[in-house]
């Protein structure tokens, strides 16, 4: 059995984060990705406190695919945001992280500097077996680190598919980091991903590679342009940068500063935060019922069974939803 945590009472997490207490921080970070009914309760209550003093951050999510170099590049970038005296937390959400766990290794000798910077904070998210369940997750934890004093919030995620889209609802700006290729450049990442972003960065543009990137640059470039208008009526940029030779890092902030000013002065920012907001209870609803309908016991002694039965043809699958769904309202 689940031996159940020793937690702290709640005005200790409160103060803890507003006092920007690290450990405290993590602490209420871990309630926070608990699926515990009783921690949840916590949770909702840390949230609620602090919610005044959250939302003061610049939101910004960075994706690509796996080697595009975003470790790498999340140390550089984040050194050149803390030293303009700017707090800033990184939080991962990997949706593979459960099956290899070799990126997080990797990233504590990538991301070394920054792991050790008193004015970072790294987090990466629990490996959650439902990515739905890690993005509402990770929105809380975003939360708590604005209530902690971080300026700015990096969300990680690797490029694979669907969990991009998870980031774009929580962030104020969309990062796309893309390796220059050799003639291929738009089949590594899907078109709907680059619609999604505001600046793409072409990485590793140093050595022999740095004119295979002012190439690759050109050409996204070329294809941003056959692109529908964004909501935000940004237009979105296409950078190169070294990560290693701290290039071109500078270039990316300023984009993210003019993206700031700009959105802010036509409301845009107010009105997508509002809206992600709005997607947010929605998918706390669909997250919390679908934890519930999963862990009724009577669900999860009928389910084996029916799966069976599914894949022997003795029953359909639309019979076998409606049988558990109708155990579930008994
Ligand atoms: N030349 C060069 N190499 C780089 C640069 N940035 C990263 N690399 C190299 O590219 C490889 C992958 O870098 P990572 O930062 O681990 O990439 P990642 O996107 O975090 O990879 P995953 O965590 O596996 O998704 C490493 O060998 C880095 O040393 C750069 O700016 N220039
Ligand atoms: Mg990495």
Redesign the pocket.
């Known amino acids: 059995m689940y031996q159940r945590k020793q937690r702290l009472p709640i005005e200790k997490y409160v103060n803890g984060v507003l006092g920007g207490d690290k450990i405290i921080l993590s602490k209420a970070i871990t309630i926070v990705e608990s699926t515990l009914e009783a921690d949840q309760l916590i949770a909702e209550k840390i949230i609620e406190q602090l919610l005044p003093q959250t939302g003061k951050s610049m939101r910004i999510g960075i994706t690509?695919v796996?080697?595009?170099?975003?470790?790498?590049?999340i140390e550089s970038f984040g050194k050149l945001v803390t030293s303009q005296n700017k707090k800033l937390a990184v939080l991962t959400i990997d949706p593979s992280s459960q099956r290899s766990g070799g990126?997080i290794l990797?990233d504590k000798t990538?991301m070394s500097n920054l792991a050790v910077n008193p004015m970072a904070y790294i987090r990466p998210s629990a490996s959650g077996n439902s990515l739905g369940g890690v993005g509402t997750k990770t929105r809380e934890t975003m939360l708590l680190c604005e209530a902690a004093g971080y300026d700015v919030i990096f969300i990680e995620t690797?490029g694979v598919g669907q969990s991009e889209t998870t980031v774009k609802g929580m962030v104020d700006f969309f990062l796309l980091l893309m390796l220059a290729g050799a003639g291929d450049e738009l089949q590594g990442i899907k078109k709907g991903i680059m619609e999604m972003a505001d600046v793409i960065a072409i990485?590793?543009s140093?050595?022999d590679?740095r004119v295979k990137c002012e190439m690759a640059q050109r050409e996204y470039k070329n294809a941003l342009h056959l692109f529908p208008v964004s909501k935000s009526g940004w237009n979105p940029k296409v950078l190169t940068c070294?990560?290693?030779?701290d290039e071109g890092l500078n270039s990316i902030w300023e984009q993210v500063l003019k993206f700031k000013s700009e959105m802010n002065n036509n409301g845009f920012l107010f009105k997508n935060r509002q809206q992600q907001n709005v997607e947010w209870m929605h998918d706390i609803i669909l997250y919390s019922l679908r934890n519930k309908f999963y862990s009724n016991g009577n669900i999860s002694n009928a389910i084996e069974n029916l799966e069976n039965d599914i894949k022997n043809e003795k029953i359909p699958a639309i019979s076998a939803a409606r049988k558990l769904l109708k155990e579930y309202h008994n």
């Open positions: 690509g796996p080697g595009v170099g975003k470790s790498t590049f990126s990797g990538r690797v990485t590793k140093d050595g590679n070294s990560a290693i030779e």
